[in-house]
């Protein structure tokens, strides 16, 4: 489908890269929301964000303040002139939000995922107008993303962005939600005119992580970053780790370099990120592989069998070769590979059979 966007620039904020949102995971208190906000304001960040509403993983936890936050954030919008954005879920949060006169809207990655309640959502939206930012669904599909970027699209909003948050695996290792950025370039390849916003506190889920993921949003042409900074990160309530203090938020902006360029899916960058994703893949993939060989080493343990099995050492060097040469590898370098893999397996074996 055909969809023209339009900037979701509000009054009095520059077309500069980065377009900077920055905010708390969640509003916790009146003050926990105006002392972060005042800083952040002093600092020249317009729009803030802070969750009221929190999805979370299990039950149990901090489900966000609801709807008793939202006069804090009008109350910032009044002191400080920011305006304000909030994630929603349903009908009830967009209704809620907008009475309270929240600016922005954004869509989390776990409702992105489901076109129920997306569909609610841009039922919700119908005839209103205010720029939402959706963010990509948890699982790497482009499809479902621009799908969900579609049913708001066809309630009405045009002032849409997309932010890339990265996609949830199995293994965390690196990064807590692992970045797959060419899927949100291709997003920006189907729809040159999309804002594209990136947010390296739910990629990298650590403090460290902050600062190399904005510059590489930067250099890949993104346009804005959406950061999570709090007043007193450490007693943060939800996302503790991953918050930085206003303080040290403008450091990172200060330092980062913003080269005029636009994204090119050719560019040398974009495809030496391809190879920077794949090899944090092939690590990943190794550490689960080692863990697979010393759950294997418990079970040889346990039934007394010997670490190196010879007849399946040879299958897994010869059937791998030639499985590497049909796929256009040299068998050479394959065999070299598994034999190094299978060394270290035979490694971590002995050394769990010997343990204690
Ligand atoms: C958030 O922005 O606080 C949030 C819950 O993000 P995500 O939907 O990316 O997990
Ligand atoms: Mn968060």
Redesign the pocket.
Known sequence: MEMKFESILLPGIEAKRPLVIAGP??AESEEQVMTTGKALAKQGVKIY?A?IW??RTKPGGFEGVGVIGLPWLQRLKSETGMYTAV?VATKAHVDAALAFGVDIL?I????CANPFAMQEIADALKGKDVPVLI?NPVNPDLELWIGGIERIYNAGIHRIGA?H?GFSSYDKKIYR?LPQWHIPIELRRRFPDICLIC?PS?IGGKRELIAPLSQQAMDLGFDGL?I?SHCDPDNAW??AKQQITPETLQIILNTLVVRDQKVSTESLSSLRNQIDEIDDEILEIFAKRMRVSREIAAYKKEHDMQVLQTGRYDEILTKRSQEGKEMGLDEEFVKTVFEAIHSESVRQQVEFINRK
């Not at 989390?108 to 409702?111: D, P, W």
Request: proline content about 5%; aromatic content about 4%; some cysteine.
């Open positions: 995971c969640s964000r969750g929190k999805p994630e954004w989390g990655a776990r409702t963010k932010i948050r939600n947010d739910h959406i999570e939800s996302d």
